[in-house]
């Protein structure tokens, strides 16, 4: 039995009665990830991979070891396809950069989709406008799901590169990640799935998966902010230039030129966000503790009674698929309220909620919304915060009406 | 740490959700002399303004737009005070008055809404005043 009550004790943020309704934005870290930083300050604070004394060792161990942990958690083949990076955000960047700038070309095809996150659509704007390459959109249908059917038409036309989110962070969309990676692989496509919604909330795993990088965020998974995943095929990351240059990715440096270190630490420049990652690690165990099939289930039954419970309340309008194909995200909008609105008497009531467009401009453009509210989802959700967000809705209905 | 406003706050008073449903000068105006538009893009606020002036006085005026009740309500309280003024006088309005007109607690996150308004009337004003110069 999953016992959220025990798991909510490990989050000291919850001892005064938030009912934090935001993970989707960044999730909350239980005392495990915030003792495994503080050891790292307290007892062996030091830089990696360079000194020569014991405490550093430490760092280094430990630093590495959160490498094995997200290999294992994703599944990878080798601990050298998994780079850290600040989040999703870098991830992406740093493969719009490193991979992107050597391999597309001009009059190439790069697919991307309408549900996406900013963070997966302009780095690639900026790529195609860099090498004169054309981008399409895949547009969604009604219940905000992907039009599979336009999408198996762009990879007709054999695009370089297909980048799509697991899980839409505005509607809440599970996309069929799996046949759409299939697909675009066939079509011969480079792939990339930004995982930003996916990894914190089912298990993954990359080779079955098949993409060519999956990119993700530690502090949406309970880690810190400031340490993030690329996943990058081995063959892929080897071909690819630096992202960043300087201290640490090298091996040897002379004037006449430099020689980059082994991956994974070819793009890993600079001192790395070492606390943060170790956090990272502590992360991964802790969900790893709870099992990710587990916190799915939970999440399931979180989100299916807040569909429900929301359903219910007349002048509400649901964004987004029935909850058998949404993950933990529910989008709405109320008649006559404006979500800052409701925003603000949420918060009175001490429940936070995402009020705005969610980083998906295009998205809301494509609704014909200038904005979303939202409520998320996570390891700690309890249906009780959800009735309470039901009462806060009320509230402003009654204060609006 | 900040606390969340209190629950018994006056936060959504009655005349603010008033200027919210039954906006004042509300519409367009035929062929404006001034005419400006400004959106918050962070939650999708839109005020437009039109104005008439008269010897240097505003006198006509209409918004239009969309959005939260802090900003159209600010946009509503603002044309009632604009209305009848002298150009000159409407330049010098400033957060504080803005503010002091809402009369309640704004937090950070919502002054922009408040806030949005005044910025289509300064960027109006000084449009205009620029083109007057030519
Ligand atoms: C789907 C998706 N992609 C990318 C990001 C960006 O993540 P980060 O801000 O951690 O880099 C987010 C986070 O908001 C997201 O939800």
Not at chain 1, 262 to 288: C, N, S
């Amino acid at each position: 039995m999953y016992d959220v009550k025990a798991v909510r004790r490990d989050f000291p943020i919850f001892d005064n009665g938030l009912a934090y309704l935001d993970s989707a934005n960044t999730s909350q870290r239980p005392r495990q990830v915030t003792g495994a930083m503080m050891e790292y300050f307290e007892k062996f604070n030091s830089n990696i991979h360079r000194a020569a004394y014991h405490i550093a060792e430490e760092a280094t161990d430990r630093y590495e070891a959160t490498r094995e942990k997200i290999r294992a958690f994703i599944n990878a083949a080798s601990t050298k396809e998994i780079i850290y990076t600040r989040g999703t955000t870098e991830a992406i960047n740093l493969v719009a950069y490193s991979w992107g700038r050597a391999n597309v070309k001009p009059g190439d095809l790069i697919v991307l989709t309408i549900l996406d996150h900013h963070s997966n659509i302009v780095p690639w704007q900026i790529l195609a406008t860099a090498n004169g390459a054309n981008i399409e959109y895949v547009d969604i249908d009604d219940r905000g799901e992907l039009r599979q059917d336009q999408f198996r038409e762009l990879l007709e036309k054999q695009p370089k590169l297909v980048s799509f989110s697991h899980v839409s962070n505005a509607l809440g969309t599970i996309n069929p990640v799996h046949e759409m990676v299939a697909a675009a692989k066939a079509a011969g496509a480079t792939v990339l799935v930004d995982g930003a919604q996916g990894a914190p909330h089912q298990r993954v795993d990359v080779r079955d998966l098949g993409c060519d990088f999956y990119a993700f965020s530690g502090h949406k998974m309970l880690g810190p902010t400031g340490a993030g995943i690329l996943y990058g095929r081995r063959e892929l990351l080897e071909a690819m230039d630096p992202f960043l240059a300087g201290g640490d990715m090298i091996k040897t440096v002379r004037v006449e030129g430099t020689t980059y270190h082994d991956l994974p630490w070819k793009f890993e420049a600079g001192t790395q966000a070492i606390a943060e990652v170790i956090g990272l690690g502590a992360a991964v165990d802790y969900l790893d503790g709870l099992g990710m099939d587990n916190v799915l289930a939970h999440e399931r039954e979180v989100t299916d009674y807040a569909y429900e419970t929301l359903s219910d309340i007349e002048g509400l309008t649901l964004f987004g698929p029935p909850p058998s194909r949404r993950a933990g995200v529910i989008s709405f909008a109320l008649d006559g309220i404006h979500p800052h609105d409701l925003a603000t008497i949420a918060d009175r009531d001490q429940v936070c909620l995402r009020a705005g467009h969610h980083c998906a401009m295009p998205l809301m453009t494509r609704l014909g919304v200038p904005a979303t509210a939202r409520a998320s989802f996570y390891v700690y959700t309890l249906k009780d915060e959800v009735d309470r967000l039901a009462g806060s809705i009320k509230e402003a209905q009654r204060i609006f009406k | 740490m900040s606390t969340p406003p209190s629950a018994d706050d006056q936060f959504y008073r009655e005349y603010i959700l008033d200027h919210y449903k039954n906006p004042r000068n509300y519409g367009r105006l035929d062929h404006p002399d001034i005419s400006h538009e400004e959106d918050n893009p962070l939650c999708g606020d839109v005020v437009g303004m039109d104005f008439r002036i008269k010897d240097g006085v505003i006198d006509d005026i209409r918004f239009h737009g969309r959005g939260c009740a802090i900003s159209q309500a600010s946009a509503s309280l603002l044309t009632e005070r604009l209305k009848g003024i002298p150009l000159d006088d409407a330049k010098r309005i400033n957060k504080d008055d803005v503010l002091g007109e809402l009369g309640i607690e704004i937090s950070p996150a919502r002054i922009k809404c408040a806030l949005l308004p005044l910025k289509v009337l300064k960027v109006g004003a000084y449009g205009l005043a620029a083109e007057d110069e030519e």
